[in-house]
């Protein structure tokens, strides 16, 4: 990561974190770092968050954003087929003036979820391109896409998932409500994720996933590992970095250097012992209260992927792995459990959800005690020690 990249990282991690500070906490903020390289952020974040526009004619909106008598001004093209992008000019074709406060865009692109959807823009509608029949529809069309850029509340995983191209719902896989259901709590958080398994292998650039979870996680940093170079895919928010996960120590390079995470997702190769490999390495480099989650649980029967040929998955596979960590989460209540202390993965697996095809580990203390000696004794009645 180059100096310039390095310092970009650490101006997005600021906003992100003032995205919840007091107003003159972001105001100093945007003091210091400037307001055209907030501005700049700000716009690069809306226009990654934009659906995809519906209009069918190219309209030019014009973003304004003020911070006390400073302002600055952003033409954006916004047309059906094409990515939304930047455009010079002076303004003369402009169909929509947009102008916010910084703070209150600050807000609506890194605080909590449930942004106003008015009360915070002036607007001006102009004439220009009055003479093309659809040029209001087109224009409210346009306008609606940017707005629902300058926010984080429209995030229907699985609508995210098609979006991107992701096949964790509504095709290969139905994953997006587990997701959903044990990310939410994590949305207004500025998380740390990495996924093993970026997509495309050698045909292809990949990346659906990684986008997904940058939209979906508007305060997240998202990082991604391949055995490819995927670099190409690298963002504002998204880092696609180069491991491997049948080598721990790779893994663990990985961990040193964008850890502690908040959830860990294996979407890899799904080989049985890489499974197992990853996980107990990037154990330590999931925070207290994260989630590990592991993907494509099928590959346990499959003997190509190092699965059991038999009726139940072995102990080496994945889901041998989940039933072991069973046994783990109750350790307590075994009679050795009191002679030895307990491994990593005994003393911090909390929780363990299994549903078809994938399972969601929670990280946390398994301090819990097991069932009392003395009660044991007591219930076996008297004779028994
Ligand atoms: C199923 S795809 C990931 C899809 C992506 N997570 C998504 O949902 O869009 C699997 C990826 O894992 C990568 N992969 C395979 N073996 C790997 C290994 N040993 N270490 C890291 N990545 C590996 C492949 O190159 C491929 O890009």
């Given at each position: 990561m180059s100096s310039n990249d390095k310092l970009d990282a650490e101006h997005v991690e600021r906003l992100i974190t003032a995205g919840t500070a007091p107003d003159a906490a972001v105001a100093e903020l945007v003091d210091e770092l400037g307001l055209d390289t907030v501005g700049e952020i700000l716009i690069d974040e809306i226009v990654f968050r934009c659906p995809p526009p519906e209009n069918t004619t190219a309209v030019t909106i014009a973003l304004e954003v003020v911070h006390g008598v400073r302002r600055r001004r952003t033409l954006l093209r916004v047309m059906r087929d094409e990515p939304i992008s930047q455009v010079n000019g002076d303004g003369r074709a402009v169909q929509m003036v947009l102008e916010i406060d910084v703070l209150d865009l600050v807000r609506r692109i890194f605080g909590p979820v449930g942004h106003r959807r008015t009360g915070d823009f002036r607007n001006a509608f102009l004439p220009s391109g009055l003479e093309h029949l659809g040029y209001l529809r087109d224009t409210a069309l346009a306008t609606d896409t940017l707005l629902s850029g300058c926010g984080n509340d429209s995030v229907d995983l699985g609508a995210l998932a098609v979006r991107y191209g992701s096949d964790k719902w509504a095709s290969l896989h139905w994953y997006a409500p587990h997701y959903e259901h044990h990310f939410e709590r994590f949305r207004d958080h500025p998380v740390r994720l990495l996924e093993i398994g970026i997509g495309g292998e050698d045909r292809e650039l990949g990346g659906a996933s990684l986008k997904m979870w940058k939209r979906y996680f508007h305060r997240g940093l998202i990082v991604g590992v391949d055995i490819f170079d995927k670099s190409l895919l690298n963002q504002r928010r998204l880092t696609a970095a180069v491991a491997d996960q049948r080598v721990a120590e790779e893994l663990a390079a990985i961990g040193d250097l964008y850890g502690p995470f908040d959830i860990v997702i294996d979407d890899g190769s799904h080989v049985a012992e890489d499974i197992r490999t990853a996980f107990h390495a990037l154990l330590p480099y999931l925070r207290h209260d994260g989630i590990y989650v592991i993907e494509d649980l099928q590959t346990s029967y499959l003997p190509e992927f190092g699965g059991s040929a038999g009726e139940a998955a072995e102990p080496y596979t994945a889901v041998g792995l989940v039933k072991q960590l069973v046994d783990?989460?109750?350790?307590?209540?075994?009679?050795?459990?009191?002679?030895?202390?307990?491994?990593?993965?005994?003393?911090?697996?909390?929780?363990?959800?299994?549903?078809?095809?994938?399972?969601?580990?929670?990280?946390?203390?398994?301090?819990?005690?097991?069932?009392?000696?003395?009660?044991?004794?007591?219930?076996?009645?008297?004779?028994?020690?």
């Open positions: 783990d989460l109750h350790f307590q209540e075994r009679a050795s459990a009191a002679d030895q202390p307990p491994t990593l993965t005994q003393a911090c697996v909390t929780g363990i959800h299994v549903y078809h095809n994938i399972v969601f580990l929670e990280k946390g203390t398994n301090g819990e005690e097991g069932f009392p000696h003395w009660l044991r004794q007591l219930l076996a009645g008297p004779g028994h020690s």
